[in-house]
């Protein structure tokens, strides 16, 4: 009897369910090969969500998620759903529950641009002779996005104001250090922590705090911090002068996606949204997902490129399965894929693009066997 992983299978819109489909034939190779095998729990979120129960994370699918060691989520949104209102459109109503529901208070956004890869990247191509590896390690359930108050009201004189809340304990911002801790001595042991301590009363604390925390707890780990503007000129002129990038909810929000778009294609990156809650396997619990989007326009033609999902398969078999050794394989497929030359029309550049399921081959062929 194979051993079952539970997961829940969240497609969502777009190019969502393609790379989904394709993603899990993948996993389910890889994991066949050394005894495992997937339990899949499909359900609806996002914009098909929307379609189907009229709101974009369902209790259905939230119970789903419930009963799962793992989330494998696909992405969400699209024109159809832009005219709701902010707060009910996919992306918002799905997302930032789910992240606050399962407390999923780390993000991890690899920034990987294989050497083959450089010509996707708008840098110049001697700044990056050797492609991209950084890591972004993003604080994902404080800070802005969910600090009260929030509000908005008339004024007396007839103007109006809204405001947000940016608010951070110690203890948030220590249990965010120490994933980038981590995640910094698998790889070159440097973190860069950044902030804006020169204007914000948050990023004061977050200094302290992170400086504090690195000197106690790991004094090998070389630290160094930037303030906000000058990390994203860096992001720009340097990438590779980060190892591992660790900040708050919104800076992290803005970092990566500049990093991703450093990095070439979003098709190729992935990420993982890691919980304080254990699952069954006493793992964390997480949200795996593709960083960029449902690329609307280029749905349903089975031509996006579902490296990003299969890479944040292999994230999930690490991270909410204890499965390094099958991730390890899984990634080597992908890029062994790549520098053959397998591309979709995202990172084709002069080359004959192949489809999604076609990639999804290539890289299921080249799955080291046990
Ligand atoms: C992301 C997205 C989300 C965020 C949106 C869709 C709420 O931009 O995951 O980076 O701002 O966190
Ligand atoms: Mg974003």
Known sequence: MPTSLKIAV??????????MEAAMQVLQAALASDGYELEAEQALVGGAAIDECGEALPPATLTTCENASAILFGSVGGPKWETLPPARQPERAALLPLRRHFRLFANLRPGLLYPELVPASPLRPELIP???????????????????PKARHSLPDGDEEALDTMIYKRSEIERIAEVAARAALERQGRVCSVDKANVLTTSVLWRETVSAFFDRYYPQIELSH??????AMQMARNPNQFDVVLTENMF???LSDEMGIVCGSLGMLCSASLGLGRNAEGQPFGLYEPAGGSAPDIAGQGIGN???QILSGAMMLRFSFGLGNIADRIEKAVREAVREGYRTADIAFGKEPVNTAAMAEAVLERIPRV
């Open 10 to 19: 969240l497609p969502g819109d777009g190019i969502g369910p393609e790379g």
């Open 130 to 148: 050797d492609g991209i590896d950084l890591v972004c390690v993003r604080e994902l359930t404080g800070g802005i996005y969910f600090g009260e």
């Open 226 to 231: 930037l303030y906000v503007d000058n990390a």
């Open 252 to 254: 992290g929000d803005i």
């Open 306 to 308: 579902p490296c990003a």
